[in-house]
């Protein structure tokens, strides 16, 4: 009976003991549960900062890098094409000249007017107007343009004649555009772009034999 009162008596100290174990057991469940909370935070804020500076560097490397457009003629057929002789040297030709302006950027050119130089020999021989406009983002701007060549203003002293008996005309086209880049609507850059092209004749065939562009 004593006993019994002994274990009676013991019982609530034991749950009391019991109780405050499980409290600790808690405090450090909930200690457990906040640690992983921040961890996740931490982790979303890293992977957020990881994310924009990725964007960031995107946005630098790709989107804001101005590029100039490339300038050039490209293969073209020689619609009429009349020649002197070696003692009278002379040329005459017409063709539709395929001006292109290649956009690589992530946003249009929008060009001023402008015009190309055929020359020979250094000596203007025929020009193509290149009326202002743009260059949508990413692609080619076409513009033909109609042309007339004629050797009228070469002087005597020019090597035509040596070169019409060696059957090619040696031409050559200059040309510069001006125009401004946009991207994303605001980021806004002036870009010049040169044009410098050779190109040989062959008056056997009346052909583009070859044409480089720089
Ligand atoms: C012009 O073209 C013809 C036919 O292709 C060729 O036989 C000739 O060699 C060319 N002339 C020159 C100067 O290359
Ligand atoms: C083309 O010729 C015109 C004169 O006819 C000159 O004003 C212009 O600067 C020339 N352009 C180039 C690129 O040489
Ligand atoms: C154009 O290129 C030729 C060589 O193909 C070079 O001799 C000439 O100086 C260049 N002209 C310009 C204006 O860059």
């Known amino acids: 009976m004593a006993e019994k009162n002994q274990n009676q008596y013991q019982l609530p100290k034991s749950n009391a003991y019991r109780r405050s174990d499980q409290e600790s057991l808690h405090t450090m469940e909930d200690e457990e549960a906040k640690r992983k909370k921040r961890m996740k935070w931490t982790i ?3 992977a957020f900062v990881i994310f924009q500076v990725v964007q960031a560097l995107f946005f630098v490397l790709v989107i804001m890098k101005f590029k100039s457009p490339k300038f050039r003629v ?3 057929d020689i619609q009429s094409l009349t020649i002197g002789t070696q003692a009278s040297p002379s040329f005459d030709m017409s063709f539709v000249a395929p001006i292109r302006i290649k956009n690589t950027n992530w946003g249009p050119f929008k060009y001023g007017a402008s015009t190309v130089n055929f ?3 250094g000596v203007q021989v025929g020009q193509a107007i290149i009326p202002k406009n743009k260059a949508n983002f990413k692609s080619t701007k076409k513009i033909d343009v109609p042309v007339t060549l004629s050797s009228s203003a070469l002087p005597s002293s020019s090597n035509l004649g040596s070169e019409l008996s060696s059957g090619i005309i040696t ?10 880049i946009t991207v994303m609507f605001m980021f806004k850059k002036t870009k010049t772009s040169q044009m410098n092209c050779t190109m040989a004749i062959n008056t056997t065939t ?3 034999q070859s044409l480089s562009c720089k």
């Open 44 to 46: 979303g804020i890293i």
């Open 206 to 208: 009346k052909a583009v």
């Open 171 to 180: 031409l050559n086209s200059q040309g510069e555009i001006k125009g401004k």
């Open 119 to 121: 020359t020979y020999g």
């Open 74 to 76: 490209a293969e073209f």
